[in-house]
């Protein structure tokens, strides 16, 4: 592919390899503290050495693999994926607090002949157990060089980028016999683990202490309950102030340009379309970022992997494993790195079942959808001490998600996807305080994500939208608003039909289809659509307080529940299609996701429509 | 030897019945052939960090049905369920 010469970064989960690729490469792969972060090969070139480049890569515990990530390093370690070389050498990567377990993956690839250097990592935190660990004796026994580094302080790296270019300059390294089994290359770990450790350290006592709480059989279930009813609560409180200033800020911009433009096509455009559009969805960056932050500092706590602990037996009785429910929880970000995080999973049929079922996971998507109805709809009383109403039913949203999630699971292991009864087996890392940096760093990221979205895809939904809102023109005479009259009012208008039943009129029916792109679109649309029929709520105080008056409760509460299911989202279906390996579980997924939306805004809008009369 | 004594045998157990709080060393690993588990679950719990003479301990269960558990292997916790566990074979102390 390239003149390039490739250097794999490999080893067990969780012991920096990210981190250290990042450090080295200037690029921000995902750093988080659980076992299988990364679930995709990653290349990049080597800060001030484009000849060099780096392949970030799964972990894995061997060079057999158990899941579909681990196959991954496998085949790249071994030069047989695609079209790629194989790696001219391997930089390894060892947690120094844990030397005999991630020797003996070493000492397998030792195996291959390939030529590496070792990245005694973690040894911040070696230093505080206070383990020490002779190095060069290391080394010696191994045959390969050995750097330590702390690949978050980014220490160590000067080491690491001689001795790579020393040993891809240099001499082979010797073959060393370590035997063939599993159990072989165990003995040699830990024999040489023990030989080279001067003082075998305290134990990581923080650790103990924190899981005697928090997976303390009644109260650690009452704290996962809490963190996760307390983070939707915040999205609601916190993102208040935020939001304000830029709704602010999007009035005062129309406001500016209707001061300088003329009534017509024009300001139409800017204020309707793209501003009115658009801009109710930026409006919703904060909540979204505070959701992020949570996730983020959970990842990077270690308390995602108590989490799946805590979560196992729940998973177990729908036919799945405690470990789908960290791919399901970082659905809530997006579903997108949540089906790609499947690839963990070893059983392909509950990977299947998981990826089927993580459209039903809230993404931050839908978090515009729902925040919009529920400010319309749900007046903010305070239900109990600090607990508001508004944050509660979006709490209430997301359980339903998971509720259903878990059911659809449940039924899809006892027809389609039925199999064997899995294991679940997963290391319980070390917590460690979340570092503010890859906080931070994800947070741009996600911050940058939402906004090129809304920059580009919302953008041009709403361009498109607006133009086919606003054309053809109103007959001579008309009365009704010129949106009537134009192609949406038309499209909607056939929508409607089908809708009805559900409590949806034109405007909602017609909102739907640029929706089909993104969630989010929908309330983009809905903005645009509204704007444009003139409605003087719309001008003067925005969404929020048009839905209140032109959509009844009922209307409201089947919108929600529509949400709750339809697959909307094309980027969603791309990578379900890529990762299933067809269009048939995509096309699957997709039809059983909007019959069900159908089925629950149906069961929604006539329940509600009885009870409020 | 062709049989161990009875009371090397008593104090034999297998990690997944025990409680927390209960502690020993790995003495080897048997898979159950009527469960349906072959040899490469021994490679596995190897993998993630099993191996003979380590010392174990539980440490907790899971709330809802006391399975999974999370045990102390050595210096690391790991996390499985009982049935996978019943492969290690571990001597009491
Ligand atoms: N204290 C300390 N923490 C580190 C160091 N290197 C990585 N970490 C932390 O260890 C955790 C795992 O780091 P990652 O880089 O995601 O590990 P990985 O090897 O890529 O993990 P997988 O992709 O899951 O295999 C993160 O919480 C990092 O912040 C280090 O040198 N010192
Ligand atoms: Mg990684």
Redesign the interface.
């Known amino acids: 592919m390239s003149a390039s010469t490739l250097v794999a970064v490999v080893g067990n989960p969780n012991c920096g390899k990210s981190a250290l690729f990042n450090a080295l490469t200037g690029l921000r792969q995902k750093v988080a503290n659980y076992p299988g972060a990364t679930v995709e090969r990653r290349a990049g070139p080597l800060l001030g050495n484009d000849k060099l480049e780096l392949i970030d890569l799964p972990g894995t515990?061997?060079l057999?693999p158990?899941s579909p990530d681990e196959a991954v390093t496998r085949d790249v370690i071994l030069g047989q994926y695609e079209a790629e070389d194989r790696p001219k050498a391997l930089l390894c990567v060892v947690d120094a607090?844990?030397l005999?377990?991630h020797l003996?993956f070493i000492i397998e690839l030792r195996g291959t002949g390939v030529p590496m250097v070792l990245a005694l990592n973690m040894t911040d935190l070696a230093a505080r157990e206070e383990i020490r660990i002779d190095a060069d004796a290391l080394s010696k026994r191994l045959g390969v060089p050995v750097v330590e580094t702390v690949a978050v302080r980014r220490k160590g790296l000067e080491a690491l980028q001689k001795t790579l270019d020393g040993v891809l300059a240099g001499a082979r390294q010797s073959v060393v016999d370590f035997g063939i089994s599993?159990?072989d290359h165990?003995r040699a770990a830990?024999k040489i683990a023990a030989d080279v450790t001067l003082s075998e350290g305290i134990?990581h006592k923080t650790?103990?202490m924190l899981?005697?709480v928090l997976?303390?059989?009644?109260i650690?279930?009452i704290i996962l309950f809490s963190i996760l009813f307390f983070m939707f609560q915040a999205v609601f409180a916190w993102a208040e102030a935020p939001m304000g200033w830029i709704e602010d800020g999007i009035a005062l911009l129309q406001g500016a340009f209707e001061g300088i433009l003329s009534d017509g096509l024009i300001l139409s455009f800017l204020n309707d379309g793209i501003l009115a559009g658009v801009g109710a969805v930026v409006v919703f960056l904060p909540q979204i970022l505070i959701l992020f932050a949570f996730i983020l500092i959970l990842e990077s706590s270690g308390y995602m992997?108590r989490a799946?602990?805590?979560m196992?037996?729940?998973m177990?009785s729908v036919g799945l494993n405690?470990r789908a429910f960290i791919p399901l929880l970082s659905s809530f970000a997006c579903a997108i790195p949540g089906i790609m995080a499947a690839r963990t999973i070893s059983d392909p049929k509950d990977r299947l079942t998981t990826i089927l079922i993580a459209p039903l996971m809230t993404c931050s998507a839908r978090l515009p959808v729902y925040a919009v109805i529920i400010a319309a709809f749900i007046p903010n009383t305070p239900v109990w001490g600090a607990i508001g109403l508004q944050g509660l039913v979006m709490f209430i949203l997301y359980l339903a998600g998971i509720v259903f999630a878990l059911i659809v699971a449940a039924v899809m292991k006892r027809t389609i996807t039925k199999g064997?009864?899995q294991?679940?087996?997963?290391?319980?890392p070390k917590y460690q305080p979340p570092h503010w940096r890859y906080v931070l760093v994800g947070l741009y990221e996600r911050a940058r994500i939402f906004m090129r979205r809304a920059g580009t895809m919302i953008l041009s939904a709403t361009i498109i939208l607006w133009v086919l809102s606003s054309y053809p023109n109103p007959p001579a005479g008309a009365t009704e608003p010129a949106i009537t009259y134009s192609f949406v009012g038309i499209i909607g208008g056939w929508l409607e039909v089908i809708f009805s039943p559900i409590g949806f009129n034109w405007e909602i029916s017609a909102a739907l289809v640029p929706g089909m792109a993104a969630r989010e679109v929908a309330v983009a649309a809905l903005g645009t659509v509204y704007s444009l029929s003139g409605n003087e709520d719309m001008i003067a105080e925005g969404l929020v307080a048009t839905l209140n008056n032109a959509w009844s409760l009922p209307t409201a509460l089947s919108f929600l529940a529509w949400f709750v299911f339809a697959p909307q989202c094309l980027s969603t279906i791309a990578v379900a299609k890529r990762e299933t390996g067809g269009w048939k579980w995509a096309i699957f997924m997709v039809g059983y996701l909007f019959v069900l939306a159908y089925l629950a805004s149906f069961v929604t809008y006539r329940v509600s429509l009885a009870l409020l009369g | 030897m062709n049989h161990p004594t009875p009371i090397e045998d008593a104090v034999l157990e297998s990690l997944g019945t025990m409680r927390p709080g209960a502690r020993g060393r790995i003495a080897h690993f048997e898979v159950s052939v009527d469960e349906?588990q072959d040899e490469s679950?021994t490679?596995?719990?190897?993998?993630?960090?099993f191996?003979e003479n380590l010392e174990v301990e539980v440490?907790?269960?899971?709330?809802?049905?006391r399975?999974?558990i999370?045990v102390r292997v050595?210096?690391?916790?790991?996390?499985?369920?009982r049935?996978?566990a019943n492969i290690v074979k571990v001597h009491l102390v």
């Open positions: 515990y061997s057999t158990r607090t844990n005999e377990q003996r599993v159990k165990q830990r134990g650790t103990r899981d005697s997976l303390h059989s009644v650690g279930p992997a799946a602990f805590l196992d037996r729940l177990a405690g064997e009864v294991t679940f087996m997963l290391e319980l | 349906g679950l490679d596995r719990l190897r993998e993630v960090g191996a440490l907790h269960q899971s709330p809802f049905g399975d999974p999370a050595g210096k690391m916790t790991i996390a499985l369920r049935k996978e």
